[in-house]
Every structure is written in structure tokens, then in C-alpha cells.
């Protein structure tokens, strides 16, 4: 079975700390990873998409890992910032379309001053 | 701002009541989508439109009846809901919906908060 699985559900850190959140999936076949932030009231806004020859990307201050072989990626939020504040989604795709995204159930991030 | 908009933002209606959600992109992307989020639960894929053409209905209820009348706009109507119906619709479009790979961005509008009594 198709499944995104997210840890930890939740977490709250101080500003100006960093953190790692975790995805697990056993999406088959694997075509590529994306990380979503949802701000409370918005919809989630795509922060990467990794493939699966990519290791690491970055955008700013989020920096995205992926492992192929162990089907594990992770989201390291490095000097937070209140405005990190938010429910980060990861979304596995078996490339066939977009009716077959794969969705985990989110982190929910809080960083308090 | 994404370039998607939904309106409205907030809705509460009862279980007989006929209420229509609205979403409008301003992308020039070909399709368009329709998500329930539920709290503590994965986005649910309801509708898929393709240029204009429906090519996905995962099993949504018939009180659910979506309408795309082009590829700018997309309606959900709804109809004798249920309590259990209630949560957060999301629209959200792409330049397609199936592509090679599928690497294609999907661009989300902020939601209606749907709440039925």
C-alpha cells in the first residue's frame, strides 16, 4: 500500500533554533518528492521537489534531503523564524499524475520567541 | 499570493441547504483540482479537471457535484450535506494534470472553511 508517513506530528522550538522533520513513504514506483508549507489559513505553497537523483536541495534557509534506497527524506529548517511557524507537508508522487499523489498528514512546526 | 482565489472563505450552512464553492486561476494553467482537508488527515483528492474535462472522481459522494465551465474556473456545489462533510475545500491548479514524470507545481488557493450543521 501507497503510504506517506510524517514525524513528528507536532513540535515547538525557540526562534533562532534549527530542526529536522522526517518523511517516510513506500510509494512504488518513485518519481519524485515535495516538501509543502501550509501557513494557518492558506493553502500549502510548494517549498522543493526532489527526483530521484537528487540527494539535497536547498531553498534559503529549508534545506530538503532525500535517500531513494531507504525512502526516507527529511526537511532541516535551519535559524528559525517565527514566520516558520506553519504545517509542513511532504507529497510523494508515482509519476503517473496527479491523481496519484501520495500525501503525508504534515508536521505541525510552532517556533516561539 | 498563489494566482488562485476561492470564494467564499468561510461557509456554514445547514444539512438541506445548496451552496456552491468557487475557484478562479489566474495562471493560465489547464487543470484544476478539488482537495478535502480534514484535520489529522492527508488532503484528499476529490475531482481532477483537464482541460476541461473531468478524468478523476475518487469515489466523492454525489452531494458533491463539481463544475468546470473553462479552464479559469471551477465550481463544487453542494447539496444536503452532512456534519462529517465538514472541513477545509482547497482548489488548486497546475499547467497539467498528467505529464511525464509529473514533476508539475500545484498552486493551492487559501480554502473555504466548510462547516455543516
Known amino acids: 500500500k501507497n503510504q506517506v508517513e510524517q514525524s513528528p506530528q507536532s513540535l515547538i522550538i525557540l526562534e533562532g533554533k534549527n530542526c529536522t522533520l522526517q518523511c517516510n513513504y513506500t510509494v512504488s514506483p518513485f518519481s519524485n518528492l515535495r516538501w509543502y508549507k501550509q501557513d494557518t489559513g492558506r493553502g500549502p505553497v510548494s517549498l522543493t521537489i526532489m527526483t530521484f537523483s537528487e540527494n539535497t536541495k536547498s531553498n534559503g534557509r529549508y534545506t530538503a534531503t532525500l535517500d531513494a534506497d531507504t525512502k526516507q527524506s527529511s526537511l532541516h529548517i535551519t535559524a528559525s523564524q517565527l514566520s516558520d511557524s506553519a504545517s509542513y507537508i511532504c507529497?510523494?508522487?508515482?509519476?503517473?499524475?496527479?491523481?496519484?499523489?501520495?500525501f503525508g498528514t504534515g508536521t505541525r512546526l510552532t517556533v516561539i520567541p | 499570493e498563489t494566482g488562485v482565489t476561492q470564494t467564499p472563505r468561510h461557509l456554514v450552512m445547514g444539512m438541506t441547504n445548496k451552496k456552491s464553492l468557487k475557484c478562479e486561476q489566474h495562471l493560465g494553467h489547464n487543470a484544476m483540482y478539488w482537495y478535502k482537508q480534514s484535520a489529522k488527515k492527508p488532503l484528499e483528492l476529490m475531482f481532477v479537471y483537464n482541460f476541461k474535462e473531468q478524468t478523476e472522481n475518487n469515489s466523492v459522494p454525489s452531494r458533491f457535484s463539481p463544475e468546470c465551465p473553462n479552464s479559469s474556473h471551477l465550481f463544487l456545489h453542494l447539496h444536503t450535506l452532512q456534519p462529517e462533510d465538514s472541513a477545509l475545500y482547497l482548489c488548486?491548479?497546475?499547467?497539467?494534470?498528467?505529464?511525464?514524470?509529473?514533476?508539475?507545481?500545484?498552486?493551492f488557493g487559501p480554502g473555504t472553511r466548510l462547516t455543516v450543521l
Open positions: 507529497v510523494v508522487s508515482d509519476g503517473t499524475g496527479a491523481n496519484n499523489l501520495f
Open positions: 488548486a491548479s497546475s499547467q497539467e494534470a498528467q505529464s511525464e514524470r509529473f514533476t508539475d507545481t500545484q498552486y
